[in-house]
């Protein structure tokens, strides 16, 4: 079964003429917008997911793995405003800051409506500013939005003719089916998050409880896009249209590796990898920071790394292993025992998929193959 066709480049052209027919970008500084459509970020016109004026998409050096969904992002601000570079965490996003995240799949060529493409490929979704409805299924679409008491989110569902997206607070669980370039089907349950679900993943810190954008951070953004017009760092882009301020050279900025990057080494796409699916909880301050096993970019690679570490209060979803991370024995390692693992209690991340994910799941097992030392005295 092969993958639908996606919308090629060019297509920018006719979509940025499109995106000056909505109605201006929408602020509410309060309340909960009934419909995506409320804030006019992005909205299903004519057959196509359009962008509006002012919206930014952007992408990620290494993606956060959600069951093969492809996600577009994007950015806005209100006129007159622009975020501040920060070299660590998220970057200083002003008051009114909208951004956005759109779930959806390439659609499986001859299947049915449920029929969605697991496919790794992200070159042919994006017309610069927008998708071609007819070759994608739509899921949700997820707003964070900055209001005087912080970020608040929101999640919209779509309905299946993909013409408008609702508020949803409650979650939602939609049986799909993964097909990949082979034929090879996978069933599954795609989990819409309720709004507690939101916060859990988004509170990076356990001590102020306050929410924050995981993605658009300087080390994670720091890449090439193609805005239509040729390619172009995302940040000096930002900078250059007045959305961000105080940005140094980029020499000066971090910068995460792709995981899929074959020209970067191991370590830095496995650690790329752990720093976006896991250091959000894994980290000194947040949720997951009693286990003292911290997967964050910069961990020393140590004891806080988990090598050689004995788990806190994992309990039976150690599988029965001794240390979170053994050298060079990553079936010994409790780490890739819950990565592969779909059972709820044992899996990791705790939610946010209901499959495995391969290819990173290989990657982390290579990784781990290539670490020195052993376990024999624990430090």
């Known amino acids: ?73 994007t950015i806005w601000m209100p006129k007159g405003t622009a975020a501040k570079y920060t070299a660590d965490g998220p970057l200083d996003y002003p008051l009114g800051t909208v ?111 306050a929410i924050q954008p995981i993605g658009p951070w300087a080390r994670h953004m720091n890449r090439d896009y193609d805005y239509g017009h040729g390619r172009e760092n995302q940040l000096e882009h930002l900078a250059g249209i007045g959305y961000l301020t105080g940005l140094p050279k980029l020499s000066e900025v971090p910068r995460d590796a792709n995981w899929r990057d074959p020209g970067a080494s191991l370590d830095a796409r496995a650690r790329a990898w752990l720093d976006i699916n896991c250091a959000y909880c894994h980290n000194p301050n ?12 910069d961990t020393p690679e140590n004891h806080k790394l988990g090598l050689c570490k004995s788990p806190e209060a994992a309990g039976p979803a150690t599988g029965g292993r001794l240390f979170d991370i053994v050298p060079g024995k990553p079936d010994e390692s409790i780490l890739m025992y819950r990565l592969a693992s779909t059972r709820p209690g044992t899996m990791m991340p705790e939610i946010g998929r209901s499959t495995v994910d391969r290819e990173g799941e290989a990657l982390i097992r290579a990784w781990i193959l290539s670490l020195k030392g052993n376990c024999d005295i624990v430090r």
């Open 99 to 209: 951004i956005t995240k759109t779930f959806y799949y390439p659609r499986a060529v001859d299947g049915k409506f449920d029929d969605v493409a697991r496919t790794l490929d992200y070159s042919g979704d994006f017309a610069g500013q927008g998708l071609d409805l007819s070759s994608v299924r739509l899921i949700e679409t997820r707003l964070l939005v900055k209001r005087k008491d912080g970020w608040t989110p929101f999640t919209y569902r779509w309905n299946d003719a993909q013409t408008e997206a609702t508020l949803l607070r409650t979650g939602d669980v939609l049986p799909l089916t993964l097909v990949d370039a082979q034929g090879e089907r996978e069933a599954f349950n795609y989990i819409v998050p309720d709004e507690g679900q939101c916060v859990e993943c988004h509170e990076a810190n356990m001590h102020s409880r």
């Open 286 to 297: 947040g949720v997951a920071s009693v286990t003292g096993f911290s997967l964050g970019h």
């Open 1 to 73: 079964m092969k993958l639908a066709k996606f919308v090629p480049l060019f297509a920018l052209l006719v979509l940025a003429g499109c995106q000056h027919n909505l109605p201006p970008a929408q602020f509410h500084a309060d309340g909960r917008p009934a419909k995506l459509a409320d804030w006019h970020m992005v909205e299903a016109r004519d057959g196509k997911l359009e962008l509006n004026a002012g919206v930014v998409p952007y992408s990620l050096n290494s993606h956060l793995f959600t069951d093969y969904v492809h996600k577009l992002r």
